[in-house]
Every structure is written in C-alpha cells, then in structure tokens.
C-alpha cells in the first residue's frame, strides 16, 4: 500500500529558511501536497504540486519534487514565529481515488 | 465566503455508543471526504460522499457509514464506539477530481 513518511521534528532559528522533507512509496501518485495544523485546529492547505512538475513557488513557500525518488520537499524562507505548526505531506494516487494519504507530520520549531 | 463548518466542536461517548458528525461544504463544492486523526498521526481516509453515494472508500469497518444530503451536506456515523475510535474527525470538501480539498476544523471525540 501507499505510505509517506516524514521525520517528527524540525528545530530552525526564527529569520533562517526551513527545509521539511517527505518521502512517498506510491508511483502512481498525481499531485502531492502540503498543509499545516496549528494546534487543535484543522489542516490549512499550503501548496501542492502536480508530479508533472519539478518545483513550484508561492511567496515564502518553494516546493521541490524528485519523481525519481519520490522525495518532495518544501522550502520556508525566513522563518518567523508564526510558521510554528506541524506540517504534514500528502499524495493523491491516480486512478480516479481522490482520498489522500498522508504523512506523520514534522512538527516544526522556531527559535528565536 | 464560509469555509468548511463541521459540529459538533466536541463530543464524549462511552464505549458501544454511536455518533453522528456533521459537515457542511464550502460553498460551491459538491464533494465531500472524511478523516480520522488519532493523536500524533496525519489524516487517515474513511471514505468520500459524492452525488449523495459513497464514491471511494479507505480501510475502515462497516461500523464507519455515511451519508450526504441533497444540499450537499454530510454526515458521518459510528456504532459500537471502541476506546481506539477517540481521534479528531476531520471533513474536506472539494470539486469532484479536483487538485485541493479545503479541511474544517474538525469534531474531536472522545471514547471512555
């Protein structure tokens, strides 16, 4: 079955970028995405990214994606307190399934 | 323009009970999925109403139904609760096969 992992924990200095990395096992995968959960909050959706494509930017935000690996990134410059959050990894597979898989999520923190 | 709206905020149920959540869609969407987040886990996927059917399901039992209404509403259903059923319930709403689905904040329960 599909499965995305991210690591738990990413610690950055508030004004540095931050880089949180996702790896996905499913080849059929069609768009990957993005989305941050503040705490007792839902998922706001960031960004996403058809597998078509290499990298995608949107203001602080630049997502890199390895078909070949399936490894997918995404890039936060300057930092800023704000940012705090656990962000989680999706991917949507092909083949109609619109249900998304998700990932763990890398709970990022800022320090100031 | 309201965005995803899911009630009840909280919910407490002791074991063998059932529940029904509640959620109505951003405006203009038509689709709508459900997600079940246990604590320190991303989304898992239970199942996606769409045209008033159950359009794709994710690996849970029977004891998870739903159903949506007309104006495109839904709920969601679960007898005989179990301790492990205590997780945040999340609804996303979309377009049919579209790229975003737009998550509300969701209904947390919890099962004693």
């Known amino acids: 079955g599909e499965d995305v992992e991210q690591s738990l924990f990413l610690s950055v200095r508030e004004g540095d970028s931050s880089v949180i990395n996702c790896t996905y096992t499913?080849?059929?995968?069609?768009?990957l995405y993005w989305y941050k959960q503040e705490p007792g909050a839902g998922l706001q959706l960031l960004t996403y990214?058809?597998?078509?494509?290499d990298m995608k930017q949107d203001q602080r935000l630049t997502v890199l994606l390895n078909k070949k690996d399936k490894h997918l990134s995404l890039r936060i410059a300057d930092t800023q307190t704000g940012d705090s959050a656990i962000y989680f990894c999706a991917e949507k597979s092909g083949g109609g399934a619109d249900g998304l898989t998700f990932g763990k999520g890398t709970h990022l923190i800022i320090q100031p | 323009d309201a965005g995803v709206t899911q009630s009840p905020t909280h919910l407490i149920k002791t074991r063998g009970q059932q529940v029904t959540l509640r959620c109505s869609p951003k405006?203009?969407?038509?689709?709508v999925s459900w997600y079940q987040q246990a604590l320190g886990q991303g989304p898992q996927f239970i199942f996606q109403?769409?045209?008033?059917?159950?359009?794709q399901r994710g690996n849970f039992p029977d004891r998870f139904s739903g159903h949506q209404f007309p104006n495109y509403s839904s709920e969601l259903n679960v007898n005989a609760l179990l301790l492990g059923d205590s997780a945040l319930y999340l609804c996303?709403?979309?377009?049919?096969?579209?790229?975003?689905?737009?998550f509300g904040p969701g209904t947390r329960l919890t099962v004693l």
């Open positions: 109403y769409y045209e008033e059917e159950e359009r």
């Open positions: 405006s203009g969407h038509d689709t």
């Open positions: 499913d080849s059929s995968s069609t768009y």
């Open positions: 990214i058809f597998s078509n494509m």
């Open positions: 996303a709403s979309s377009f049919p096969r579209a790229d975003e689905q737009f």
